[in-house]
């Protein structure tokens, strides 16, 4: 356990599945909104268990636009987390409304559903709630309260492609869309990757066709059905839409990402209970709370420090030691286009961010990588 080893936080399993995938769009000619994206939605789809499935070109956009579909506009609120990456809040700015945070359950690091009938008011348009890190949050909950109050539920399911929730007593993956929408990001960070790249999933076909529409400048006739048409068409821009295409080299590698994908969820789970096993001998540190109702692709696994550890030091001793980690998921309201006089009450998702540290965890790390972490933490924090 002396050798320096050089451990980093997380490693995309990508190669040469991808690399010959891509070869297909560029030796064809067409390299955007033509067969491998349409074959990458109805695979995701498939994958899902969701009706319909629309690829964007990130999780953020994605976002926009399930807002968008929603209605949610100027003067609205929005209620949804603080404790994200800072792009949850965004998209809720980026059609002039007002992210109003509720605290997380420290338990899960996802949205404490007993706090959100509190924050409705006249104004509320959506509940955006994340699976923060692949772990479900409470949907049941969340959609209990959104139900009794009319509310729509989109899921930033970023993290969570891959992760399953029971439902009816059947375990579902996350993007059937239990919520209206649900949205998916293929960023290196996440499970599976395209480099950039994002999907939305609904059982609703009137959202799904204005994705399609917004997605591309809010054009009438898509690219598939022009090429193949024998006479000539015109096609027409009713509504202001946007370019968040995906390409077809991303969704190209993104089939492919999809078949890998059962297998990455294992080798997570796999490192995920063995973190759990490892570091229950650790006195003083809690770890992320499994419900008996989620199964997480633990996209992240964080344990949090007993009081009289510093955040940074232990960081840094890891570092030192060739271990990479990063500290607990950031808030949004500390950032400076959130804050706002009279500040937040949001002690949980501060918490979380001052305590927590986020371990490393990729498909190819080995048993014997795991040790070394988790010797290294013991050694750190002795
Ligand atoms: C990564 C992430 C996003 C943004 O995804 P992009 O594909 O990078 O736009 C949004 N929400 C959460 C919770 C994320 O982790």
Redesign the pocket.
């Known amino acids: 356990m002396t050798e320096r080893r050089s451990i980093p936080l997380t490693r995309p399993l990508i190669g040469e599945a991808e690399a010959e995938a891509s070869r297909r769009p560029i030796m064809s000619g067409w390299l955007t909104q033509g067969p491998e994206v349409a074959a990458f939605e109805q695979e995701f789809a498939a994958y899902t268990g969701a009706a319909h499935a629309t690829a964007v070109s990130?999780?953020?956009?994605?976002?926009h636009l399930a807002l968008l579909v929603l209605g949610v506009g100027s003067g609205d609120e929005v209620i949804t987390v603080s404790h994200?990456?800072v792009?949850?809040a965004n998209v809720v700015r980026y059609c002039n409304a007002t992210p109003v945070f509720v605290d997380i359950d420290p338990a899960t690091s996802n949205m404490d559903a007993s706090q959100i009938e509190a924050a409705i008011t006249p104004r509320t348009k959506a509940i955006l709630c994340?699976?923060?890190?692949g772990l479900p949050c409470d949907l049941a909950a969340i959609l209990a309260v959104a139900k009794a109050h009319g509310l729509p539920v989109v899921e930033?399911a970023?993290?969570a492609s891959g992760s399953e929730i029971s439902w009816n007593g059947q375990w579902e993956k996350v993007g059937k869309a239990h919520g209206d929408i649900a949205?998916f990001?293929?960023?290196p960070?996440?499970v599976i990757t395209t480099g950039?790249?994002?999907m939305i999933t609904t059982n609703n076909p009137d959202y799904d066709r204005q994705f399609r529409l917004l997605r591309q400048h809010g054009m009438s006739v898509n690219d598939r059905v022009r090429h193949s048409a024998n006479q000539v068409i015109f096609e027409e821009h009713a509504v202001i839409g946007y370019n968040y295409r995906m390409t077809d080299v991303q969704a190209a590698i993104g089939r492919e990402q999809l078949k890998r994908l059962p297998g990455i969820v294992e080798a997570r789970r796999h490192l995920g209970s063995r973190y759990v096993q490892l570091l229950a001998d650790l006195p003083g540190f809690t770890m992320p709370h499994e419900p008996e109702w989620a199964r997480t692709n633990w996209?992240s696994f964080w344990v949090r420090l007993p009081e009289h550890l510093d955040q940074r030091t232990v960081m840094q001793g890891m570092l030192d030691r060739g271990v990479a980690t990063r500290r607990g998921?950031m808030n949004a309201h500390r950032e400076v286009p959130y804050q706002r006089e009279g500040g937040y009450n949001l002690p949980e998702s501060e918490r979380a961010q001052d305590r927590n540290i986020i371990l490393p965890l990729y498909p190819q790390m080995t048993d014997e990588e795991q040790d070394y972490v988790v010797a290294m933490l013991s050694e750190v924090c002795a």
């Open positions: 990130n999780c953020t956009t994605a976002l994200s990456y792009a949850t994340v699976h923060q890190m930033d970023a993290c949205c990001s293929f960023h960070r996440k950039d790249g994002g996209q998921i």
